[in-house]
């Protein structure tokens, strides 16, 4: 019956995601809270380095604001807004100057049409939609003996997978584009440039984990249905 749900052997699949998910949450934190702590030599904030960036870009329709939330920092292609938490916004942290440049490399992304992202943005309210059902629909197969809609669930569910599978090549690209923004427009030094990249590095960890989780639990799910 649906007890299965909660007490399977399948739960085991879930463990290595787990323990992941759990290590890049702290790697992320971690090397974020230290390099916090390292100001850049230009003394630039996080605010300032967005709009030099989106400037040197030709991208004036975009906004730079400060919200609040720790590490909330994110780029809305709906309204062209670039919101940046408090520890970045007004920071000349090494970890404020990465964060920046990495969410302007989504803007970036968006002003050129990059591929992933449109397809990322398309997918979003089927990801979004599946996320919310797929748990009640499985649930009911298994209660009511339904195949359907086990079916149905693992349907809606594969739109949230590949939503997390699609995050990673946009992260990583982003991540990129802002290396190359913070080089090229001599806002780091050198030697500050590795120090940048570790800080996005630990935060790329944070999807890879979500991928595999969003994976690990599609196969639980069709194993699930197969009983």
């Known amino acids: 019956m649906y007890y299965?749900?909660?007490?399977?052997?399948?739960?085991?699949?879930?463990?290595?995601?787990?323990?992941?998910?759990?290590?890049?949450?702290?790697?992320?934190?971690?090397?974020?809270?230290?390099?916090?702590?390292?100001?850049?030599?230009?003394?630039?904030?996080?605010?300032?380095?967005?709009?030099?960036?989106?400037?040197?870009?030709?991208?004036?329709?975009?906004?730079?604001?400060?919200?609040?939330?720790?590490?909330?920092?994110?780029?809305?292609?709906?309204k062209k807004v670039l919101r940046l938490s408090q520890s970045v916004y007004s920071s000349p942290s090494l970890s404020a100057v990465g964060v920046a440049a990495h969410e302007c490399g989504h803007a970036i992304q968006h002003a050129t049409g990059y591929l992933a992202l449109k397809v990322r943005n398309a997918i979003y309210p089927l990801a979004a939609f599946g996320s919310y059902l797929f748990i009640p629909l499985l649930i009911g197969g298994l209660i009511f003996q339904w195949g359907f809609l086990i079916k149905v669930g693992i349907f809606l569910y594969s739109f949230a997978v590949f939503f997390t599978l699609i995050t990673l090549p946009v992260e990583l690209d982003a991540s990129r584009r802002a290396i190359e923004q913070l080089r090229s427009g001599g806002i780091l030094q050198e030697g500050e440039i590795s120090s940048a990249k570790k800080v996005l590095s630990a935060a790329a960890w944070t999807y890879v984990a979500s991928a595999l989780a969003a994976l690990v639990w599609l196969l639980r799910m069709i194993l699930l249905s197969r009983r």
């Open 4 to 78: 299965g749900l909660f007490y399977d052997w399948t739960w085991l699949l879930l463990i290595p995601a787990i323990l992941l998910g759990m290590w890049a949450s702290w790697k992320v934190r971690s090397t974020f809270n230290k390099y916090s702590r390292v100001a850049s030599y230009s003394q630039i904030r996080g605010s300032e380095v967005a709009e030099e960036i989106l400037e040197r870009n030709g991208i004036a329709d975009v906004k730079v604001e400060q919200v609040g939330g720790n590490l909330s920092d994110h780029y809305d292609p709906r």
